[in-house]
């Protein structure tokens, strides 16, 4: 039963926030499956505790050191249902070209979406470019038009996270090619931002 909720819901979870909720949600049913086997094999269950605190550190080291808690204060729209999305940078590890996982729990309480970090290394702020393209970006950047909504909307960016675009930048004396189309472009945004401030420093 449990696996054919999980199953069921994760084929409905691309239609919305509210059946990614509910995709979520079902989701935690697996905690079920520590109970039974723990009253199937009663002596295994050191090996379970352990693994069990093992993922509770690993959430509250993401929640304490590597998630960002601010507001929307610093954001603004853009043309063409594209928002700027702003946090000031409290981490000292950025990486050029990677990606963060940011919710706004006042869209959805249980959504992370990753996002591509678009602005340079040494700037104060991280700054993203969201295109609206489904309910959850078209919420986020109605909320970031309303003045009044901006500097209360709580916002949570976690990272940063490696990814491919950021091999680019350890190739400083090698010619790069970067293709890009649309929306996809902002990790390069990231990796020019930082060669240009590494010549500014240098000069």
Known sequence: GSLFLMA?????????SKA???FSLTHF???????????H???LWPYF???????????????FHLTIHSTLAYSRPGNNGVTFLSVPNASTKVYPGSYYRIKVPAISPVEWHPFSLASS???????????????????LYRLVTDSTLRDTIVIQVQGPFVAPAYTVS????????????????????SL?????????NYE
């Not at 994760?10 to 919305?16: E, K, Q």
């Not at 049913?29 to 009253?39: S, T």
């Not at 290394?121 to 919420?139: I, K, M, P």
């Not at 020019?192 to 500014?200: G, L, N």
């Open 49 to 63: 505790v352990f693994i069990g605190l093992l993922f509770l550190a690993e959430r509250l080291y993401d929640f």
């Open 121 to 139: 290394v040494a700037s104060h702020h991280l700054t993203f470019f969201v295109a609206s393209t489904g309910d959850w970006t078209n919420e």
């Open 192 to 200: 020019m931002a930082t060669r240009v401030a590494e010549e500014q």
């Open 170 to 189: 350890k190739k400083s004396t090698e010619l790069n090619l970067l293709v890009a189309s649309g929306i996809g472009i902002t990790p390069f945004f």
């Open 20 to 22: 990614y909720t509910l």
């Open 41 to 43: 094999v009663p002596h």
């Open 29 to 39: 049913l697996y905690n079920g499956w520590l109970i039974f086997l723990c009253l």
């Open 8 to 16: 069921g819901t994760a084929l409905f979870r691309s239609w919305g």
